[in-house]
Every structure is written in C-alpha cells, then in structure tokens.
C-alpha cells in the first residue's frame, strides 16, 4: 500500500505525524478497519526505527548493542504505510500535511481526513546557556549513539593523558537532572566506571572517575516521590536510590541548578564551578516546533489540549496523544509524558476513530498506571506495582520482563536476550563505533563564560575560533604576571597558531562570548573558498558583498 496523497479516496485517510508509542498502539487498533479497506492509515516518522528510551541506559554503557534499542518501522505498524520524511508545514483548513525527503529536500503533500498529532518532545534550548552547544542530549537516538562512542574516547584520552587536572575532567561525567533518565545514565556510568577502571583500564583508578548528579528539586526522582497522577509519593524508595547511588559513586546535588554549560566546565548555581568535558543534559523538554504554527489550544507547558477522548479541543478531525499532548488523567491534571500513557492514548484514539466511522459515541480515556519504576545501576530497580513497593535484584529481574514486553518487535527481544546472556561472559562492548571526523568542514557553535580560557598556547588546541557575538582579551604572560594587550572583538578569531605568530600567550573571554569553532586545518581552505566566492558574486553584480541581499 502506497503513501496516501491528495487524490480523491472513498476511505478515510488517516495521517499519524510521530512513530512513537502512540502510532504503535494506534497502527495495531485500526488494522481491522484497515484490512477490510474502511480506511488508510500513514504514519509520517523522521526515521524508520521505533526508540525503546528504558535500554538507553544499557545502551550507552556496553550492556547491549546500540541496535537492539531500535525495531524497523515497518514490522511494527502493523498494516499502516510508513513515510519517512521531515514534517514541514501542517494545513488544518486544506487537511494536508506537507513533508520533505532528507536527501535534497524535495516536498510531498499528504492528505488526511483524521490527523493524529504524536510528535512527542524536544529539547529546551532555553533552559540554561550552551545547552545546544555543548550538552549531550537524551531524546534521539543519534544523540545517544555520539554520547555512547564520547563516553569511551573519554576513557581512552584520560588513560594517556599526563596532566593531572586535564585527566580529572576527562574523567567527570555531569548529568543535569534527576528525574528517570538522568538518575538512570548516572547509575549505569557508576557501575560502568568501575567495571572499566578494574577490567580495561588498569591505568585509570575509579577515584579518578566522577559521576556528577544535579537536579533543581530538593530530591531525585520526582515523579516517583508523589505526583497527581500516581497518587502517594513513595519517599522510601528515593532515599533508597540516593543510598544506592551514592555507594555506586554518584556526587548527589539536590536544590542545584545548572547557570552555564562551556567546552569546559558546569557552573552551578551556588557558585560552584564543575571542570568537565561530558555534560548530559536531562533537563527541560517542550513540545515540537512545529506544533508552533499551528492555531490550536496548548496548556501553560506548550502541549495540544484535548479532551477526554484525546480528540483535540474545538477540532472533529484532529487527535493528539503522548508527549506533545495535555490529555485530562482521570483523576485530575493531565496525564505524564510516559510511554505507559502514550500507549493507551494510541489505543483510545484508534477505537475512537473508528466509532466515528460508525457513528457511534467516544470513549473516554479512564487508564490508571499500574506503575512506575527505573534502573539505578548495578541490577537494581526502585519501583512500585499497583502501589506496592519494589526494589532491589528482585525488582530488576522484574524490570527485565516487562523490558522485554515493551519492545516492540520479537527479533529486537531475541536479540536483547542474547546481549544480557552473552556480557557477564564476555564483557561489555567496549568499541567505539564513531564514523569519524565530519565530511568536508567540522565547524561548531561555542560559548564561553567570563574568565574562561578559549584558548592558550600552552594546550594546543585544533580549533580556530571565530569570534560572533562578545569580547575576548588577550594575554601575554611574563614572570607570573599577566598582561591585556589586546581585545578582540566580534569577527576577529583566535586560534593557537594566531598566538604564536602575535607572540601573546593566552586568549580568554571578557564576558559572555560565542564563537564559531572552525578545524585549524580546515580555516585556510575555508578561507579560501569564500573569498573566491565573494569574488565570483561581486563579478556578477548579483550582489555588492558575499552575503548581502540585493536591493528591492
């Protein structure tokens, strides 16, 4: 069955925007419809995987292969089509969505009679500065895959690196946020940490490794502590997960926010400086941009408001569930952003949907969860069932079962149990899978705080860094003393070589600075190809300087 366009159809068209959990449950609800032609249904994904996030943890630490988190999109949405492709725009009023392939952009407009809105999150940029710039992020699995392979270079610089203070921030890993996912990759680095420093890495000692958890609340994991949704906090099992986490290795900073985030350092919000070269961001989510543009009701959070049948407020043919969505929870509030809802939101919207083809009444969405739970290192799982307490190797032999129950197709289970059979033999996957270096040019964004050093002749650095927004004072130092004998402004760059030829020493930011990092070996050929540029545009009088818009 091919990708619906806007060609007259007798069925209904149903157009799902998000291959998460919501499109899982949701593909599988309508295959009876679909399977006797009542209607079409396309589930519109940037990616042709399904994330299972409850392994990333494992993942990033060598437990399991990266692909085992994933399951093909199309053994999954049972009879729907599947259309890889970029969301670009969304006409409610024309009832077309229009995407574009990831190979050069080219577009194609999708029709729809029902439109399910499941996009899930993204990150918040705006959380704290050089959040984009210079945190690894949880949400994709691109992400994760960087973080996993960043994790073992680290290992590997620190093991030849000689200086004491550069090996010490190789060595701290800082995870911002202690909710699931941050206290999750803080407990699996912990024990991963010490299984390297004992087996692989007899060059490092664990003392040297720290693992650096922060989070704003006066204690982790809050959605297990209490919540609307769940009913009674669970108190006991967060003080039992600080225990854990703390006998693992884990620095607990509660009541800590993060100020800045820089290529070398967390500065916290007591004053607190944290030198690091890995910063894990678990920290602030909103819904996709793209939802920006569209005129419909949103929550104080940004998420689509809908009602008690997920069909979104004042729209007959809209639908929204999972993260991007505010569906009323049955017992006040909305529901979570967890996948146990996600679920049922996509089942909920499949029934519904086909009772409107019935004409028959909604349903209402009444799920409770049945619980909650997450892994914190070494075997161990704090979680509740229906209100019971859970915790311990019990509970993450529990925690296994229902892992396996939630991935969504049986060749990526087989493959999960063969990872967990096969490492306490062999180990853990220790191979950085990195591609390599970038294709053609390795240009970065970066910012500095006030006082920090960008770059210094006495750490070469590979980077030139052009400077776009801020000031940056440069140093010559002699017999201990140091000397501004320069400031360079936005457009200048600095770079180690730069030092050298100028006869100064250091470079470092004056204030907040931003600069655009460019590969040293690269500048040159970078250079050269935009003045030859400038100059073929300014021969054509297209337009008078590289860059600038002809006049009106």
């Known amino acids: 069955m091919g990708p619906l366009t806007t060609e007259a159809r007798e069925t209904s ?44 943890g494992e993942m990033l630490t060598g437990r399991i292969a990266p692909g085992n988190v994933l399951s093909p999109a199309r053994r999954i949405f049972g009879r729907a089509s599947v259309h890889v492709a970029e969301v670009e725009m969304i006409d409610l009023e024309r009832r077309v969505v229009l ?25 918040n940029f705006a959380a704290y500065p050089g ?20 994790i073992l270079t680290m290992f590997e610089l620190a093991d030849i690196e000689p200086d004491v203070e550069e090996r010490r921030r190789l060595l701290t890993f800082f ?47 809050p959605e297990l502590y209490g919540s609307v949704a769940t009913g009674k906090g669970h108190a006991s099992l967060v ?39 890995t910063i894990i961001s678990a920290v602030g989510t909103k819904p996709a ?23 979104v407020e004042g729209r007959s043919d809209v639908w929204a569930g999972g993260d991007c969505a505010a569906v009323p929870h049955p017992d006040g509030g909305s529901c979570p952003p967890v996948f146990l809802y996600a679920e049922q939101h996509g089942r909920l919207i499949a029934k519904n949907i086909g009772r409107t083809l019935e004409t028959k009444p909604l349903r209402r969405f009444g799920y409770r969860s049945f619980g909650q739970g997450v892994s914190i290192g070494r075997r161990t799982v704090v979680g509740e069932l229906k209100g019971i307490e859970l915790k311990g190797h019990s509970a993450w032999l ?57 770059v210094d002749r006495e750490h070469p650095v590979r980077y030139v860094h052009v400077i776009v927004d801020g000031d940056v004072e440069v140093i010559r130092r002699r017999e201990g003393e140091e000397e501004v004998v320069r400031i360079v402004t936005a457009g200048g760059h600095v770079g180690r070589k730069w030092l050298e030829r100028s006869g100064v020493d250091a470079a470092r930011a004056r204030g907040p600075v931003r600069t655009l990092a460019i590969r040293a070996e690269q500048a040159n050929r970078l250079q050269d190809v935009l003045l030859s540029a400038e100059r073929i545009v300014a021969k054509t009088g297209a337009y008078p300087t590289l860059g600038q818009a002809p006049e009106p």
């Not at 149903?14 to 009876?32: D, F, I, S």
């Not at 710039?133 to 960043?150: M, S």
């Not at 997960?241 to 007591?270: F, I, K, N, Y």
């Open 99 to 123: 995407t574009s392939r990831h190979l050069d952009g080219a577009r194609l407009e999708l029709a729809y009679d029902h439109l399910v809105l499941c996009l899930g999150s993204s990150e």
């Open 239 to 277: 003080r039992y997960a600080e225990r854990h986490l703390e006998q693992l290795g884990v620095e607990l900073m509660t009541e800590t926010g993060v100020e800045a985030a820089t290529p070398g350092e967390v500065r916290l919000s007591d004053g607190r400086h944290v030198p690091t070269r």
């Open 289 to 311: 941009s793209i939802l920006d543009a569209l005129d419909l009701p949103r929550d104080e959070r940004g998420r689509i408001r809908t009602d008690q049948h997920c069909r």
């Open 13 to 56: 068209r149903v157009l799902v925007l998000g291959g998460g959990y919501v499109a899982l449950t949701l593909t599988k609800g309508l295959n009876r419809e679909i399977k006797r032609d009542a209607l079409h249904a396309t589930v519109v994904s940037r990616d042709n995987y399904h994330v299972y996030h409850g392994l990333i």
């Open 175 to 221: 995870v911002a946020g202690g909710g699931y996912a941050g206290t999750e990759v803080a407990g699996e680095l912990a024990h991963f940490a010490s299984l390297l420093t004992e087996r692989e890495f007899r060059g490092i000692r664990r003392e040297e490794c720290r693992v650096v958890l922060v989070h704003r609340g006066p204690t982790i994991l």
């Open 398 to 454: 529990l925690w296994r079962v229902l892992a396996l129950r939630f991935t969504p197709s049986w060749d990526r289970r087989l493959r999960l149990v063969a990872d967990w059979l096969v490492w306490p033999l062999v180990g853990r996957d220790i191979v950085e899978m990195d591609h390599g270096e970038a294709g053609d040019y390795d240009v970065r964004h970066a910012v500095f705080q006030t006082g920090e050093v960008i």
């Open 131 to 150: 959040l984009s710039e210079h945190a690894f992020k949880l949400k994709t699995f691109a992400d994760c895959f960087r973080l996993r392979n960043h």
